[in-house]
């Protein structure tokens, strides 16, 4: 398998074909898949905005009250509102907003980015990730991946992963499978989109590289079951439920490891390329 990223997209703007740019500059086989940082996606369907197009509720200013006492400087509300306005839900309010998307993708300030945006304050996530993927897997005519960044659960540091997808299932299903051992596995599933988001990542980058698409070629779903349902459903949550009763204590967790503040910064600026 190998993997190579797509020189010369232009800066994108709304209502630019995302599809007819990639099938202008790549050389595309049977069976290769594409990875599309969202951020392009986003541009195209016009999802940039502006902080004064918020009007901060109550509990945005508690928000960004809060969050700004614990970082040592002003927080702007209307950046917490527009992270309201975006959620489904806010798991966390502080030390930072923990967002379930209204497409069911959970991220840090709902996957709100400001860098990269040169005519706006702000880069808002797809309305529907996958109906993009849809839309520019039938003008490619191979799988698209939609890609973002996020921190993950107990770790350091961000990595790619799917928000989108279309032409591939999200996932192959290792249950029924058997081990070296031959014991059969009863919970495998394995989030292939992710990988292959996570493993694009590596050539799109987070800064000023300007190669937000990657072509996967060579790689093999095999013959394993499909499955897609790469977000965990609700009533199968556990941490969801105990982040819902999870109260921040200040005084305990307050002057902990400083790596552990960035995500609680309002400029969220793990963005893939642009």
């Not at 016009?46 to 809060?66: K, N, T």
């Not at 700004?68 to 002003?74: H, I, Q, S």
């Not at 107990?154 to 591939?168: D, L, N, P, T, Y």
Request: proline share 5%.
């Amino acid at each position: 398998m190998e993997l190579f990223a797509v020189e010369g997209i232009p800066e994108v703007r709304p209502g630019d074909d995302v599809g007819e740019l990639i099938a202008e500059r790549a050389d595309l086989r049977e069976g290769d898949v594409v990875c599309v940082s969202h951020s392009i996606v986003s541009k195209a369907e016009g999802r940039q905005a502006d902080l004064s197009e918020f009007d901060p509720g109550p509990q945005a200013e508690r928000i960004a009250e809060r969050i700004g006492d614990l970082a040592g400087e002003a927080k702007d509300p209307r950046f917490a509102q527009a992270v309201v306005e975006e959620s489904r839900e806010l798991l966390t309010e502080e030390p930072l907003m923990l967002a379930v998307t209204r497409f069911g993708h959970i991220s840090v300030n709902a996957g709100i980015d400001r860098s990269n945006v040169p005519d706006s304050d702000l880069l808002l996530l797809p309305e529907d990730p996958t109906a993009s993927a849809e839309r520019i897997h039938e003008t490619l005519g191979v799988p698209v991946i939609v890609t973002d960044t996020s921190g993950r659960p107990f770790r350091q540091g961000q990595r790619g992963v799917a928000i989108g997808w279309a032409g591939m299932p999200a996932a192959r299903d290792w249950r029924g499978e058997r081990d070296r051992d031959g014991r059969e596995l009863g919970v495998t599933v394995e989030a292939v989109v992710d990988e292959l988001a996570a493993a694009a990542n590596l050539l799109t980058g987070e800064g000023d590289d300007g190669l937000p698409v990657t072509v996967v070629r060579g790689f093999e779903f095999g013959d394993y079951e499909p499955h897609d349902g790469l977000f965990r459903s609700e009533n199968a949550d556990y941490v969801r439920d105990a982040l819902r009763e999870w109260e921040y204590d200040r005084d305990r967790l307050q002057g902990g490891d400083a790596g552990d503040a960035d995500e609680s910064d309002d400029e969220r600026d793990d963005g893939e390329d642009r």
